[in-house]
């Protein structure tokens, strides 16, 4: 008897809510201007040698200085409500993730939102979710799809972490990078959308950013160094390799299916090795994910969609695929989604 490879095991959603939608559209934008690991070497005390080993980046992209997150959010989502096939007034909320925001007030999604022309609109910032933003802001945009009178959500993750970093510290500066990334859900019928999802935190000032809160700054800080993120590279590691792998399982076992099941992976793009250390821990060949590192570096909520875009450009997911989205932040906060993909033709 003939067996047909092609036939998935069954999933269900672990809260037996209407989760269904596509990701009708999908874009990504970075700025024009690349940096490359030599001539960060100029006036850090690093090389190219060790940034690829230790990071696995090559470049990243830095945005000009009369340029604003807003613009870069602007450029992506254009791509998605057009790979959606919808129009602007069409949209029906628009929920952004970043550390870095045009503004304290007014909103940043608001901004976008007025740029857009997406006058039924309603804007939703998260500003604290760091590079795990991706993960709460799609959550969030499947919850809001239930409502009967949303039918279609934006979601945004953009970051200018080069405004971020101190250009003298070695242990952030190579790191980061600026990028916008955007998805189109869509409300749908079909058998797809999320299935589970697993989140999580632990307090933990591993990763921080002092400047602009209330609480005192630290002792030797001075305004302008405490907007700049200081962190323990060493304890991200840590705590990066065991919480996505088990994070991973979790939503999987959640959604009733096996690791094994999983037909592509969609990481934060915080270190290669991080990447590959997950896979390894999962059992997983590195082929079945995309790593955009790179090129790009680490950029905070828009990794994810950045990994995400190549992911459904390249066509390394394909219709009916499942799904795993998994990421960390600073805080720390982590979390992982299990979609069933499709996208309405």
């Given at each position: 008897?003939?067996?047909?490879?092609?036939?998935?095991?069954?999933?269900?959603?672990?809260?037996?809510?209407?989760?269904?939608?596509?990701?009708?559209?999908?874009?990504?934008?970075?700025?024009?201007?690349?940096?490359?690991n030599?001539?960060?070497?100029?006036?850090?005390?690093?090389?190219?040698?060790?940034?690829?080993?230790?990071?696995?980046?090559?470049?990243?992209?830095?945005?000009?200085?009369?340029?604003?997150?807003?613009?870069?959010c602007?450029?992506a989502?254009?791509?998605?409500?057009?790979?959606?096939?919808?129009?602007?007034?069409e949209?029906?909320?628009?929920?952004?993730?970043?550390?870095?925001?045009?503004?304290?007030?007014?909103?940043?999604?608001?901004?976008?939102?007025?740029?857009?022309?997406a006058?039924?609109?309603?804007?939703?910032?998260?500003?604290?979710?760091?590079?795990?933003g991706?993960?709460?802001?799609?959550?969030?945009?499947?919850?809001?799809?239930?409502?009967?009178?949303?039918?279609?959500?934006?979601?945004?993750?953009?970051?200018?972490?080069?405004?971020?970093?101190?250009?003298?510290d070695?242990?952030?500066?190579?790191?980061?990078?600026?990028?916008?990334?955007?998805?189109?859900?869509q409300?749908?019928?079909?058998?797809c959308?999320?299935?589970?999802?697993?989140?999580?935190?632990?307090?933990?000032?591993?990763?921080?950013?002092?400047?602009?809160?209330?609480a005192?700054?630290p002792?030797?800080?001075?305004l302008?160094?405490?907007?700049?993120?200081?962190?323990?590279?060493?304890?991200?590691?840590?705590?990066?390799?065991?919480?996505?792998p088990?994070?991973?399982r979790?939503?999987?076992?959640?959604?009733?299916?096996?690791?094994?099941?999983?037909?592509?992976?969609?990481?934060?793009?915080?270190?290669l090795?991080?990447?590959?250390?997950?896979?390894?821990?999962?059992?997983v060949?590195?082929?079945?994910?995309?790593?955009?590192?790179?090129?790009?570096?680490?950029?905070?909520?828009?990794?994810?969609?950045?990994?995400?875009?190549?992911?459904?450009?390249?066509?390394?997911?394909?219709?009916?695929?499942?799904?795993?989205?998994?990421?960390?932040?600073?805080?720390?906060?982590?979390?992982?989604?299990?979609?069933?993909?499709?996208?309405?033709?």
């Amino acid at each position: 008897m003939k067996i047909d490879t092609c036939i998935k095991p069954p999933a269900v959603n672990q809260s037996g809510l209407d989760t269904s939608f596509s990701i009708q559209g999908t874009g990504f934008y970075v700025p024009e201007h690349v940096v490359t690991n030599e001539m960060l070497t100029r006036d850090l005390d690093t090389s190219d040698e060790w940034i690829r080993e230790k990071i696995g980046v090559r470049e990243r992209r830095y945005l000009p200085d009369d340029l604003a997150t807003s613009d870069m959010c602007v450029s992506a989502s254009l791509d998605a409500i057009r790979d959606a096939g919808i129009s602007c007034e069409e949209i029906d909320a628009i929920v952004l993730a970043t550390t870095t925001p045009d503004h304290r007030v007014p909103s940043t999604a608001l901004i976008v939102k007025e740029k857009l022309g997406a006058k039924n609109a309603i804007p939703f910032d998260l500003t604290q979710g760091a590079c795990a933003g991706g993960i709460f802001a799609i959550l969030l945009a499947s919850h809001l799809l239930q409502n009967q009178m949303i039918k279609n959500v934006l979601v945004i993750g953009a970051e200018v972490l080069s405004r971020s970093t101190d250009p003298a510290d070695r242990a952030t500066r190579v790191y980061f990078g600026d990028a916008a990334g955007a998805i189109l859900l869509q409300k749908t019928g079909e058998d797809c959308g999320l299935l589970s999802w697993h989140l999580d935190s632990s307090l933990n000032m591993a990763v921080t950013i002092h400047g602009a809160g209330t609480a005192p700054l630290p002792e030797g800080a001075d305004l302008a160094s405490s907007h700049y993120i200081r962190m323990n590279g060493r304890e991200v590691w840590k705590v990066a390799t065991q919480k996505m792998p088990d994070s991973i399982r979790n939503v999987v076992q959640k959604a009733g299916l096996q690791v094994s099941d999983i037909d592509h992976f969609v990481m934060h793009q915080a270190n290669l090795n991080i990447i590959k250390e997950a896979m390894r821990s999962l059992d997983v060949p590195l082929e079945k994910t995309t790593v955009t590192i790179q090129e790009y570096a680490n950029t905070g909520a828009a990794s994810l969609f950045s990994a995400l875009h190549h992911s459904l450009t390249e066509k390394a997911v394909k219709q009916g695929d499942y799904l795993v989205i998994s990421a960390i932040g600073a805080g720390f906060l982590w979390g992982s989604l299990c979609l069933k993909y499709n996208k309405n033709e």
